[in-house]
C-alpha cells in the first residue's frame, strides 16, 4: 500500500483528499526554512496527538500524547536537530501543543533522519490542515476527517511519495 502526494491533492486507497503542502512547492533540495516540502519516498515514523481534543483515534500505530512541553528542534545548530524534545529548551524550537489546532494530529515522518544532516530541513509532518488549506512551511496537511480516515487503515510499512 503506498500513498501519494501530488500538487494539492494526496492519493491514497483509490480515493483523491485535498491537502496543502510547503509555500515553496515541491523540492528535491530541501534546506530548513525555505518553505518547500521535500520530494521523496517517506514513512510515517510515529503519531503525536492532543488527547484533550481528541478522542477514540484509530490508528495502526501506538500513539503518543502531545504534552505543553512538547516541541521539536528546528536548530540545526543542535545535538537534537529534528527530534522531538521538551520545553524548556535553550535552542530553537517548534511548539507542538498549539492552540490552531494544526498539530491536534502530528505524523511524523522519517524525512532526514539517519542520518540527520544539518540544514536539510527538520519537522516535515503530515498534520491538519487550516479550514482554507493554506500553504504550510514544508508540510502535507489535510482536514482532520480525512486525516482521520487515513490514519485507520496507515501502517509503517505504507510508502509516502511526496512529489513523485
Known amino acids: 500500500m503506498s500513498m501519494r502526494i501530488k500538487s494539492n491533492y494526496l492519493f491514497y486507497n483509490g480515493i483523491k483528499y485535498k491537502c496543502s503542502i510547503g ?8 534546506k530548513e526554512g525555505d518553505g518547500c516540502t521535500p520530494i521523496g ?6 503519531i503525536l496527538y492532543r488527547k484533550d481534543k481528541l478522542k477514540d483515534l484509530v ?53 532526514n533522519q539517519n542520518p540527520t544532516m544539518p540544514r536539510a530541513g527538520s ?26 480516515e487515513i490514519l485507520s487503515t496507515l501502517t509503517k510499512k505504507t510508502e509516502i511519495y511526496f512529489g513523485l
Not at 509555500?23 to 530541501?30: I, L, Y
Not at 519516498?41 to 510515529?46: E, L, P
Not at 530553537?92 to 524525512?111: M, P
Open 123 to 148: 519537522a516535515i509532518f503530515i498534520h491538519v490542515a487550516s479550514k482554507d488549506y493554506s500553504p504550510t512551511a514544508g508540510c502535507v496537511a489535510l482536514c482532520i476527517n480525512d486525516l482521520t
Open 59 to 111: 490508528t495502526n500505530y501506538n500513539l503518543q500524547i502531545i504534552t505543553p512541553s512538547d516541541g521539536w528542534c528546528d536548530d540545526p545548530n543542535s545535538k537534537y536537530y529534528n527530534t522531538k524534545i521538551k520545553f524548556p529548551f535553550e535552542n530553537s524550537a517548534e511548539q507542538l501543543f498549539r492552540q490552531d489546532d494544526r498539530y491536534d494530529i502530528v505524523c511524523v515522518t522519517d524525512h
Open 41 to 46: 519516498v517517506f514513512r510515517i515514523t510515529d
Open 23 to 30: 509555500s515553496g512547492g515541491f523540492s528535491n533540495k530541501k
